[in-house]
């Protein structure tokens, strides 16, 4: 067997904890993508409506998916990062019994 | 349309290719490893990743076939760029970290890290090579398509000079240099997708696109019979009427027009037109391709800016050029094909859109106007599809193995989210631009985005064509290395137990490349003519069906069993190819008659939900191999 990553990775005493709240992100993006995919299918014309800077829903609601990926995903790193800082400096790995 | 080869867009590309095949000898002793042929030693940096990941990712589809589609379809081709981007926040908050943790070189380690087991290496490796050749087709496919009109090449020559070169680029040095070729074609066609946006708003709307613009003829009709019509005027000469469509004669040289009204009178309104004759010639407007009589179309019919109707715009920023196409309108061509005396017709009518249905869904899809439950069911299955699938891209996900750690894997999503999301926004000014530039080729939606550039100038054209091209020499590249890592790692020394010294694997990776590149460059040929984005779609509806189900289980369900993952990837790879052979878009592109058993083009709503419920039944069944498992552990 040659599993195992390509370079070496120590132990990461944050992944449960980034594992939940990616699983949480993920589904409150599912839920706005739904929406769209929703309102899409059942009623078309209502994406024309008028929203924001002359743009419609279509527009808006289409452009506001990839950027709320981008914020999500910007704020998902910091919140991993500040953990992983937390959880993985040397003396809580040490007390955590490695 | 005739094209004709730009020796400045001949010699930046050279120039590139030159650059990346010195970059590939280069690095070629770093590849002497297992780890630096397929993993790039896991010593990228994160953000070179990112980019990298979106050289990878923005394949020929995504930058030809996208701009494309909106320029002909409108808001519904932007409907891609929002699905392809959403699918990266799966891969970010739930696959990227773990098959960093799991995985070495390919995807499969990281379903088999738990289980060592004989199904999961074969079922993976078999999935990757599929998924992995639906998308090299394409990309192939694609290659042909550039090379043709831009370069002067034969189809075949096109395919078989981009695998050559992708094939020499991953077997001299794997991982290393198809990273930095993905790094370089990603950073360019953001650069260059940029300024040729900026250039857009710069040049803003006008009724006459540019000087050169074919001004489409009207001809009066003084009486219309049942199979012909009385032309006001006498220089055309009526021949024949059929479909709706009229035949007339001037100069020697016959063409079709349409019939309709304006002002109430009856009109013939001049229709661009392909006729492919009895005897196999391909006619464009009635003369062969030479006579360059195939004008390029698309432009607006009326243009109002803040509630005044204007001739021309000027420059515009982005959200004002959305806004004045909402509330404008804009000629499309419809296309109509007929059979007429043994010639295979197809005319394309003129056809006034107002702006506000194409800034909505529904010119493709069809889920406004003549919408049924079926349509609207595969519309939300492509949606699904186009959201599950990035994730479970066998070549996207080795990307999380050449970084050295957990944190660079999610730090590089996040690069390649921000640089891809950036990307799909363009792609609407990109393809709603070449909608109303008169740049359009009827006959090719997929050189759309090319065509604008050259409006701009050839230097530009010269860039973006060349980009073009880098973009599929990137996304190849990633998909050899994947097919490679299949082949000799999960099926040759995984699977069967080959016996391999270090070097003895990367020869057979580079074989592995050499074949996979062999067979990419055979189907490119033999598929010439299909439709790219067609077969993109396959990949992701494949990709979401055989792998998501299993990554998502394996990592959130602790009673999946070897068993239930290898069934639910062949049951999620059999049900969707099945479902799309069975498809209307399968019979219509391969002329089989009757209509398609299955009502459906995109499996993804019944081929993930089956793969899903195969893979918990054989679970639950085969709970004893995960107790005997634990058992030896201990």
């Known amino acids: ?98 | 349309m005739h094209y004709q080869a730009s020796p400045l867009a001949i010699i930046l590309f050279v120039a590139f290719v030159g650059f990346v095949l010195g970059l590939s000898f280069f690095y070629a002793r770093k590849a002497k490893s297992v780890d630096g042929y397929f993993a790039a030693g896991g010593s990228i940096h994160w953000y070179v990743n990112g980019i990298a990941f979106a050289g990878d990712y923005l394949s020929a589809a995504s930058f030809l076939g996208i701009c494309g589609m909106i320029a002909f379809a409108g808001y519904d081709g932007f409907l891609y760029s929002i699905g392809y981007l959403a699918g990266w926040v799966v891969a970010l908050f739930v696959v990227a970290e773990p098959m960093k943790r799991l995985g070495k070189y390919t995807f499969t380690d990281a379903l088999d890290a738990k289980f060592n087991s004989k199904g999961i290496q074969f079922m993976a490796a078999m999935s990757t090579l599929v998924v992995s050749l639906c998308y090299l087709i394409p990309q192939m496919v694609g290659a042909g398509v550039l090379v043709t009109p831009l370069l002067g090449l034969d189809h075949a020559w096109g395919v078989i000079m981009v695998g050559v070169i992708v094939t020499v680029i991953v077997a001299t040095a794997g991982m290393t240099s198809t990273t930095y070729v993905q790094f370089l074609k990603g950073g360019m066609l953001i650069i260059f997708s940029t300024i040729l946006c900026i250039s857009i708003f710069y040049k803003g709307l006008s009724l006459i696109p540019h000087e050169g613009y074919h001004k489409f003829e009207t001809i009066k009709v003084s009486a219309v019979g049942a199979n012909s019509v009385k032309l006001a005027n006498s220089s055309y000469k009526f021949l024949d009427k059929q479909n709706g469509f009229v035949k007339l004669q001037k100069d020697n040289i016959a063409s079709w027009w349409c019939l309709s009204k304006k002002d109430g009178k009856d009109v013939l309104e001049e229709c661009p037109s392909k006729t492919i004759t009895a005897d196999k010639k391909v006619l464009y407007n009635g003369a062969p391709k030479k006579d360059k009589r195939f004008y390029q179309v698309g432009h607006m019919s009326k243009i109002i800016v803040d509630g005044k109707e204007v001739a021309k715009t000027g420059p515009l920023g982005p959200f004002k050029f959305l806004k004045v196409i909402d509330d404008s309108e804009i000629v499309r061509f419809k296309e109509n094909k007929f059979a007429y005396n043994g010639d295979k017709v197809t005319v394309w009518s003129p056809n006034i859109t107002s702006g506000k249905s194409i800034m909505r869904p529904g010119l493709k899809f069809k889920v406004d106007n003549g919408a049924n439950w079926w349509s609207r069911l595969d519309f939300i299955s492509l949606m699904l599809a186009l959201f599950f699938g990035t994730s479970a891209l066998p070549h996207i996900l080795i990307r999380y193995y050449t970084v050295p750690s957990q944190r660079d894997a999610r730090k590089s999503t996040i690069v390649a989210i921000i640089a891809i999301g950036f990307f799909y926004i363009l792609t609407l000014f990109m393809g709603l631009g070449a909608m109303v530039s008169g740049v359009l080729d009827l006959n090719s939606s997929n050189m759309s985005a090319v065509l604008l550039a050259k409006q701009f100038g050839i230097l530009l054209f010269s860039i973006i064509s060349a980009v073009a091209f880098s973009t599929v020499l990137g996304t190849v590249s990633g998909l050899i290395v994947a097919a490679s890592g299949a082949v000799a790692h999960d099926l040759m020394d995984n699977f069967l137990g080959v016996d391999f010294t270090d070097k003895g694997k990367v020869r057979a990776g580079k074989i592995a490349a050499i074949v996979t590149g062999v067979i990419a460059i055979v189907l490119g040929i033999i598929f010439k003519g299909v439709n790219v984005a067609f077969l993109v779609g396959w990949a992701f509806a494949v990709a979401a069906s055989a792998n998501l189900p299993a990554i998502l289980m394996l990592l959130f369900w602790k009673k999946t069993t070897a068993k239930g993952i290898a069934l639910s990837i062949y049951v999620g790879m059999f049900s969707a190819l099945t479902i799309i052979m069975l498809s209307p878009k399968m019979w219509k592109q391969f002329d089989f008659a009757g209509t398609a058993p299955l009502p459906i083009d995109n499996p993804g709503i019944i081929s993930i939900p089956l793969a899903f419920i195969t893979l918990i039944i054989v679970s639950l069944l085969t709970q004893k191999d995960n107790a005997k498992l634990e058992e030896n552990a201990a």
Request: net charge positive; hydrophobic share 45%.
């Open chain 1, 1 to 98: 067997m040659d599993h195992g990553p390509a370079a070496k990775l120590g132990k990461d005493n944050a992944s449960e904890w980034k594992a939940k709240l990616g699983v949480k992100l993920f589904f409150v993006y599912w839920a706005v993508y739904s929406g769209f995919i929703i309102i899409n299918t059942v009623n078309p014309k209502l994406m024309g409506t008028r929203i924001i800077l002359g743009q419609n829903l279509a527009v808006t609601y289409g452009m506001g998916l990839i950027i709320l990926a981008i914020v999500m995903g910007l704020i998902y790193n910091k919140l991993c990062t500040r953990k992983e800082d937390e959880l993985n400096k040397p003396e809580s790995a040490a007390k955590g019994g490695e």
